[in-house]
């Protein structure tokens, strides 16, 4: 395959398909590529089907300033063989919430080793690798018929390690991945209640999670979703 021509064909599409209004919402709401095309996510992975898995294509995709052209390669790249290097190099290079949710359900969630790569992910402490280790916790709590519970079980108290002060965003997005173990089973409900329970709220962000755990942590809401 040409690259640059498939990148061109991309490109190319990703105009005919382009959301002006949406463009500007997301630019209003922080996001800083030098392309914005607005498209939405279904858009994104329709495109991505007519490419699915390459590699080379994924690198180059990864490698342009756009906010489509990121997620694309998320959707392309195969997690059967992507490297873990790359998936370091990607992930540190991260700076929006959405690419971080997107590299998490397209790419990282799927991925084959993922001892080694949340051994890497969880000692990173940079704001969008908190938010990636958390939303992985959580992507993979909801499908825990294809994961190591104890793997889940090791890495939330880590977790809680990253709540920071002044991070209340990823307060709560650790908060969703707390509220996502906790309705595995009554033996994970138990593990994230005693963690919780142990949280001193003598922070913003620590008052914050344990606010966003309060209700999910109702014996009444739990006897319900269980």
Known sequence: MDLERAFSTIKKRLHSLENGPAAESLRSHGQTYKYIFGLSLENIKMVAKDYYP?????????????????????????????????LKQWSLQVNEIELAEQLVINLLSKYPDLELYLAFISQENTVFSKKIFSHLLAWLSKKPQNVDLNMIKNYLPILIEKLDGKELFIAKSIAFAFRSALSINQEMYDVVKQLVDAVEDNTDAKKVFKEELKWALDPEFVRFIM
């Open 54 to 86: 390459n590699s080379e294509l994924a690198r180059l995709l990864w490698s342009k300033d756009g906010r489509e052209f990121k997620i694309l390669a998320t959707c392309i790249e195969s997690p059967k063989t992507v490297r873990l290097e790359q």
